[in-house]
């Protein structure tokens, strides 16, 4: 299990990360959300030792990772594919890392086939690798030691339709034999895919966490209009609180029929009002992350 407890993390004097708090189970995928500047990097940082919290912890089953005897055994990192020594082969890269935590060598061809790099690639230098190559690179390289944890940020960038589809269904076999997965991913329809849990951080604070399936349907009402901001300050000016979304959609914890009855009184056309139980994990990051969100930014 992954614990995160009270974690702050401050760059000269601003919180990048503030008092967050979040467990990642084993035998579970747990998506970790948030838009740019969230503060998911400096979270996954911390947990892997790369860097010092200000204040709080982040343990695997108790302990710091920087006390772990021999880490890649435990846990499988992947912050950075394109960190990888550009000069060594993909080959090289996996002997030196199989070396480092005293595994036979035979376990660098395994992982090469599993993430199916053909021999010819992996004698070619990693300069020269795609995007796409360097992530399974990297998730063989997290793979290696046979971890009971997986950390991986944005590991599906550069990965085609297949290579996504691949990456989901180790990840779920992974999970499923009693492992833990922390995900850091943009593309919101594998998170949905794929995650058992949910964390969502917004301005460095965790804005929402749990089963997936109790988020989703807990959501609300989701209401569209030409004229969000005027509905948006109707429901308020009715006691409901909503919150607008930069994709211009207005959510609400109260039922359709009392958002109707509002849109109606003041006038305003909606274009869409549903119940936002099955609206799907984007409209509610959307949601959640509205007042952390940059224009044109959506993940």
Known sequence: ???????????????????????????RVTGFLGPNGAGKSTTLRVVVGLTAPTSGSATIDGVRFADLPNPGREVGVLLDASAQHAGRTGREILAIAAATMGLPGSRVAEMLEL???????????VRHYSLGMRQRLGIAAALLGDPRVLILDEPANGLD???IRWMRDLLTDFAGRGGTVLLSSHLLHEIEVIADDLVVIGGGRIVASGAKEELLAAAGTLARSAAPREL?????????????????????????????????????????????????????????????QREGVAA
């Open 1 to 27: 299990m992954i614990t995160v407890e009270s974690l702050t993390r401050t760059y000269a004097g601003a919180a990048a990360v503030d008092d967050v708090s979040f467990t990642a189970r084993p035998g």
């Open 115 to 125: 993430v199916s790099l053909t021999p010819a690639e992996a004698r070619r230098r």
């Open 161 to 163: 339709p297949a290579g």
């Open 232 to 292: 948006a300050h109707a429901l308020e000016l009715a006691g409901l609180p909503s919150t607008l979304a930069s994709d211009g959609s207005v959510r609400t914890d109260a039922d359709p029929a009392q958002v109707g009855a509002v849109a109606l009184a003041a006038g305003i056309a909606l274009t869409e009002l549903r119940s936002a139980e099955g609206a799907g994990l984007e409209d509610m990051f959307l949601s959640l992350t509205a007042a952390t």
